[in-house]
């Protein structure tokens, strides 16, 4: 008996190995990544490498993992004295503590740092530093009263890590495949588990992004219809799923931003052509400036145009035509582009349950498009949207968790640093906003985008 289960173990491991490395291989398919493309990967994921706790014992306990409220801060000296005054810098120590009130020797939570003022509805958010032994510095400009929050302990940090290398195919998709009586559905994915079953291949031939179904099996792969998301695996191993009871929905320089009624904002776009792509978290933005919608806006006597287009796979969208799902970088290269001809996108809120090198390949291939859009067209303005803080659930986090958000916001910024865009920092302006964190932030803090947005645009 003892040798049966042995043998299990080792042939699971050998085939979920395989797997692992079929779904990261799968990544290069097509076209596999250039010398230069493959150092910055390397060099992103070595700059968000996060400090690993260490490994649970076998009889892990919740009292052994961080708890904000045994933790301690103190307010460090300012320089030249106590006395501070508005504007200076502000630098506070944290120390975390377990359960047993036990300090941490390790370092690798994730903390969020603001101050806030509600009566002036403002808010500024602080930077936090980790000195990997359990110990913390949350630096501010010191405006107002502030806060720290504790989103997620190192160990669960851990396990989150663990989720996205081991189950990169957790979230479940679904593709509906109809020609004349026959209809039937399948599950696709970045990459799936080789089975019997044929698989349709739907790697996009210009970018080289990967997708595939299973094929149909009275249908062929060209009767593809619709696409939507068909649930999720929570892949938690044995008391993994305490380390995420206490996650709950919080409230939590750059730029001159102009204030913009709906008459300002009508002659700020006059003449131009706005073209949204990305998630629903820009598609928010289109839906400001129109509450009909669905894809487009146009002022026929103020010659504007606005477009919505969601991108391609990975796609968390209910029943999608797959006509509709297209490449961002595709759809950047057929563009013209000029002075009154505005790119906007976000995309990062569909890829957090994916290992990130998914996520460093859909932006270097967006990449590409943007700086040949801007070589034919040098006087298009692009503006990129950047993650955002989410409203955290236990069950939310486990595969959209802040800590995902924030490693793709270190990738996005570093992958579109030095070009000539511009960039809407939703990071912050969700961190520092006194409003619940949300996927889709609230209306007020959409207006403070659109106005930077708006003040991109309308420079004068």
């Known amino acids: 008996m003892f040798l049966l289960v042995s043998t299990l173990k080792v042939f699971f491991n050998v085939f979920?190995?395989?797997?692992?490395?079929?779904?990261?291989?799968?990544?290069?398919?097509?076209?596999?990544?250039?010398?230069?493309?493959?150092?910055?990967?390397?060099?992103?994921?070595?700059?968000?490498?996060?400090?690993?706790?260490?490994?649970?014992?076998?009889f892990f306990s919740l009292n052994q993992t961080s708890d904000p409220a045994h933790s301690t801060f103190i307010i460090l000296p300012g320089r030249?004295?106590?006395?501070?005054?508005?504007?200076?810098?502000?630098?506070?120590?944290?120390?975390?503590?377990?359960?047993?009130?036990?300090?941490?020797?390790?370092?690798g939570d994730v903390l969020l740092a603001r101050l806030h003022n509600r009566a002036l509805e403002a808010g500024v958010a602080g930077q936090v530093v980790d000195h990997l032994n359990g110990s913390y510095s949350a630096v501010f400009p010191l405006l107002w009263e502030g806060s720290v929050m504790l989103v997620h302990?190192?160990?669960?940090?851990?396990?989150?890590h663990r989720l996205n290398r081991e189950h990169p195919d957790r979230v479940l998709f679904k593709s509906l495949f109809h020609s004349g009586s026959i209809s039937d559905t399948t599950f696709c994915n970045v990459c799936l588990r080789q089975t019997n079953q044929p698989q349709c291949n739907y790697t996009d031939?210009?970018?080289?992004?990967?997708?595939?179904?299973?094929?149909?099996?009275?249908?062929?792969?060209?009767?593809?219809?619709?696409?939507?998301?068909?649930?999720?695996?929570?892949?938690?191993?044995?008391?993994?799923?305490?380390?995420?009871?206490?996650?709950?929905?919080?409230?939590?320089?750059?730029?001159?931003?102009?204030?913009?009624?709906s008459s300002a904002i009508s002659q700020c776009l006059k003449g131009k052509v706005v073209h949204l792509y990305g998630d629903s978290t820009v598609r928010q933005w289109f839906e400001y400036f129109d509450q009909t919608g669905p894809y487009m806006i146009w002022d026929n006597a103020k010659n504007i145009l606005v477009t919505y287009r969601c991108?391609?796979?990975?796609?968390?969208?209910?029943?999608?035509?797959?006509?509709?799902?297209?490449?961002?970088?595709?759809?950047?290269?057929?563009?013209?582009?000029?002075?009154?001809?505005?790119?906007?996108?976000?995309?990062?809120?569909?890829?957090?349950?994916?290992?990130?090198?998914?996520?460093?390949?859909?932006?270097?291939?967006?990449?590409?498009?943007?700086i040949r859009l801007l070589n034919r067209a040098p006087d298009t303005l692009v503006v990129i949207r950047t993650p955002n803080l989410r409203g955290l659930t236990p069950s939310v986090s486990l595969g959209y968790s802040d800590w995902y958000a924030l490693?793709?916001?270190?990738?996005l910024r570093a992958v579109f640093k030095g070009l000539n865009v511009r960039l809407v920092d939703a990071w912050e302006m969700t961190l520092a906003h006194h409003l619940p964190h949300n996927i889709h932030p609230r209306r007020p803090i959409i207006k403070n985008m659109i106005d930077i947005l708006l003040s991109y645009i309308c420079t004068k």
């Open 16 to 58: 979920y190995t395989s797997f692992i490395l079929h779904a990261l291989s799968s990544l290069l398919l097509i076209f596999p990544l250039s010398l230069a493309d493959a150092e910055e990967e390397r060099l992103l994921l070595d700059s968000i490498a996060w400090p690993e706790s260490p490994r649970p014992p076998p």
């Open 80 to 107: 030249g004295g106590v006395e501070r005054h508005i504007g200076d810098q502000l630098e506070v120590m944290i120390q975390m503590y377990d359960f047993q009130g036990n300090p941490k020797k390790s370092g």
């Open 153 to 160: 302990s190192s160990e669960a940090v851990t396990v989150l």
């Open 205 to 261: 031939l210009r970018t080289g992004e990967p997708w595939f179904c299973y094929k149909p099996k009275k249908l062929s792969c060209d009767d593809r219809i619709k696409h939507r998301r068909a649930g999720f695996n929570v892949r938690l191993k044995d008391k993994e799923e305490k380390l995420f009871q206490s996650v709950k929905n919080e409230s939590p320089g750059g730029t001159k931003v102009n204030q913009f009624n």
């Open 311 to 370: 991108h391609g796979p990975p796609l968390s969208f209910f029943n999608t035509p797959t006509s509709e799902l297209r490449y961002i970088a595709n759809e950047i290269d057929g563009l013209v582009g000029g002075t009154n001809t505005v790119v906007v996108f976000s995309v990062w809120a569909h890829f957090s349950p994916f290992p990130i090198e998914l996520y460093i390949r859909r932006l270097q291939s967006i990449r590409r498009a943007v």
């Open 407 to 411: 490693q793709q916001d270190k990738v």
